[in-house]
Nanobody, 122 residues
Framework: QLQLVESGGGLVQPGGSLKLSCQASGPRLNYYSIGWFRQAPGKEREVVSC????????PYADSVKGRFTISRDNAKNTVYLQMNSLKLEDTAVYYC???????????????WGRGTQVTVSS
């Protein structure tokens, strides 16, 4: 059973940076596509980015394009989300999710972490 644990969240000023990690335990992540999602208070959960199992596909939400970078280190069974130029509206709980998929990013995921809080505030 794949288990995902997010870390790296915290309080940061606007314009600052954070790097989130999604550490997997259990099966190797090599065959999983991993997505990052976020949910702000009173809002629906939204997809931020995804990285395919090969790493070749990394789509981003328009709201984070050019500021966030997703990457994976299969040897460490970890996926990262580097967040730069953070804005107040990036404040949310960030979740990672996984699904076995040969190519591309799925529309639904099978495994979810519990999330890590990111707060952008001056």
């Amino acid at each position: 059973q794949l288990q995902l644990v997010e870390s790296g969240g915290g309080l940061v000023q606007p314009g600052g940076s954070l790097k989130l990690s999604c550490q997997a335990s259990g099966p190797r992540l090599n065959y999983y596509s991993i997505g990052w999602f976020r949910q702000a208070p009173g809002k629906e959960r939204e997809v931020v980015s995804c990285i395919s199992s090969s790493g070749a596909s990394t789509p981003y939400a328009d709201s984070v394009k050019g500021r966030f970078t997703i990457s994976r280190d299969n040897a460490k069974n970890t996926v990262y989300l580097q967040m730069n130029s953070l804005k107040l509206e990036d404040t949310a709980v960030y979740y990672c999710a996984a699904k076995t998929m040969a190519t591309g990013c799925p529309s639904r995921y099978d495994y979810w972490g519990r999330g890590t809080q990111v707060t952008v505030s001056s």
